[in-house]
């Protein structure tokens, strides 16, 4: 006879990258967005501080990034090395993305690809990530 014993790992992560549908071509994002490739909005943000990395320097007008992404959004969670510890799939993980009712992502931006609106260390909730991945 087996079982299997389920048991917590403890993952030490750093950033989230965020894979978000684009679903209204430049109704919803202009085609010259920073980190918009084709159809998709791609970033890596540090948990702790909201910050995007890779955002381009003589950025001086976004101020919101605003997508209706519904089930489509791919979040991961990765660790100091990269390595994907956990991603959600499917609705926005509340705790950590800022948006509304699992379907949206709202973004705050500065020139300098901070998050203003990203929620403090001591208010992010990471249990929202349910999907195990190795």
């Known amino acids: 006879m087996k079982f299997t014993r389920l048991e917590p790992i403890q993952y030490e992560v750093t950033e989230v990258h965020v894979r978000l549908p684009v679903r209204f071509g430049d109704e919803d994002m202009p085609y010259d967005f920073p980190l918009r490739v084709g159809d998709v909005w791609s970033a890596a943000i540090e948990i702790e501080t909201g910050q995007i990395k890779n955002w381009p320097?003589?950025?001086?007008?976004?101020?919101?990034?605003?997508?209706?992404?519904?089930?489509?959004?791919?979040?991961?969670?990765?660790?100091?090395?990269?390595?994907?510890?956990?991603?959600?799939?499917?609705?926005?993980?509340?705790?950590?993305?800022?948006?509304?009712?699992?379907?949206?992502?709202i973004f705050h931006l500065s020139p300098t690809g901070l998050i203003t609106n990203w929620p403090s260390v001591d208010c992010i909730i990471l249990e929202a990530f349910n999907h195990k991945y190795d």
């Not at 959600?88 to 950590?96: A, I, K, M, R, S």
Request: glycine residues 14%.
């Open 57 to 105: 320097n003589g950025i001086t007008e976004v101020s919101h990034l605003h997508l209706k992404v519904c089930d489509e959004g791919v979040y991961e969670l990765r660790g100091p090395k990269g390595r994907v510890a956990i991603l959600q799939d499917e609705y926005v993980p509340h705790g950590l993305i800022p948006g509304m009712y699992g379907d949206y992502v």
